[in-house]
């Protein structure tokens, strides 16, 4: 790409604000300047009253958005320089006021959908999915955990999903992510662009209501084969609240004629995770289960990260899988010796590091 050519295209479209992702050699991957680029753009269409609604939207088939630029907040974190606490916290603020629109904003989201791509959908009201979609946050494979709101969606889920999701990171097709409430459409890719069209020519004032039917109008319907399949087992054993217990429920569905290869493999992925990224993402969920607003995990869900910037664990996942991509971490958190910090120390506030301030 270009000196030139912008990470994040912005303009009108007829009624219609548009907000373009515009890396797709990097999968759209999120960094601060289009951060900050993307919230300007969306602050300054919903304060026109001529703009009826906003569109979210990626470049290219491949990804709407992968996550976050996961090299650059390693560098940051190396260099203690504050652009990634400064990246976490607008980016966290923008998902707010996103969440809070006094307007209709539509995701159309094609391709890969993960990490920090997923914030900038999970909290909108009108959630579009093409059939290319795989839906993930993979961040526990990393020395992560789910952020961007994550921990206040994922516990809502129906069956235990969100917390399979979670602690997995496993990527799930448009059709699971569809059934589990993740998003609220399917719209055939070769259908996108004249729903596209259609929103383009929305008038000021356009309802919720009425987004919603021209959406139905090009929606069909798509199945959801790992819930259809698994969707039980997923149930019986993301249920229980103890990491521990969780792998003991699937140990013993080892010999299901059913659910016995899935457990096994799901007992493998969860076996090759950050020990300590389950441990913390596993208390973030129970806390932002309880949890009355999205912002109050937001915050958890900031300092936490921050303090993964002081965790060898973030770095050695990263080193795996993107720097070296041997995909074979070895997890300093799996130590013998090793005993996982108290959650009240990972988040505690720090003096001289701000929260994220949210108004909306």
Not at 71 to 89: H, L, N, T
Not at 309 to 331: Q, S, T
């Amino acid at each position: 790409m270009s000196h030139d050519e912008k990470t994040v295209v912005a303009g009108r479209e007829g009624g219609a604000g548009v907000i373009r992702l515009n890396r797709p050699k990097a999968l759209n991957a999120l960094d601060l300047g289009m951060i900050r680029a993307m919230r300007e753009a969306l602050d300054g269409f919903l304060d026109d009253p001529s703009v009826a609604v906003v569109l979210l939207e990626g470049t290219g088939e491949r990804a709407f958005c992968a996550g976050g630029d996961i090299r650059a907040v390693i560098a940051s974190g190396r260099a203690g320089d504050g652009i990634a606490e400064a990246f976490w916290r607008e980016e966290y603020e923008l998902l707010s006021r996103l969440a809070h629109a006094p307007k209709p904003v539509v995701a159309l989201a094609d391709g890969i959908v993960m990490g920090g791509g997923a914030g900038l959908v999970m909290h909108l009201r009108h959630r579009v999915a093409t059939e290319r979609v795989r839906f993930a946050m993979p961040e526990v494979g990393i020395g992560f955990l789910p952020d961007v709101g994550a921990t206040y969606v994922l516990p809502r889920l129906a069956g235990a999903f969100g917390r399979y999701l979670a602690l997995t990171g496993e990527a799930v097709d448009a059709g699971d992510a569809l059934a589990a409430g993740l998003f609220d459409w399917r719209v055939p890719s070769n259908r996108l662009s004249e729903l596209r069209r259609q929103l383009t020519e929305l008038m000021p004032g356009a309802t919720h209501e009425a987004v919603d039917a021209l959406i139905r109008c090009e929606a069909d319907e798509i199945g959801a084969p790992l819930l259809a399949h698994h969707g039980a087992a997923i149930a019986e054993a993301f249920r229980q609240t103890d990491v521990a217990e969780i792998e003991r429920v699937l140990g013993e569905m080892d010999g299901d004629p059913v659910h016995g290869s899935f457990a096994r493999r799901t007992l493998e992925t969860l076996r090759g995770r950050s020990p300590w990224s389950m441990a913390v993402t596993n208390a973030l969920l129970a806390e932002g289960e309880a949890s009355e607003t999205l912002e109050a995990c937001l915050v958890r869900e900031f300092r936490a990260a921050c303090f993964c910037l002081e965790m060898d664990d973030f770095y050695e996942g990263v080193r795996a899988a993107v720097i070296d991509k041997d995909r074979n971490p070895k997890w300093p958190s799996a130590r013998p010796d090793w005993r996982q910090p108290a959650l009240d120390a990972t988040l505690a506030d720090r003096p001289g590091r701000a929260d994220p301030v949210f108004g909306y």
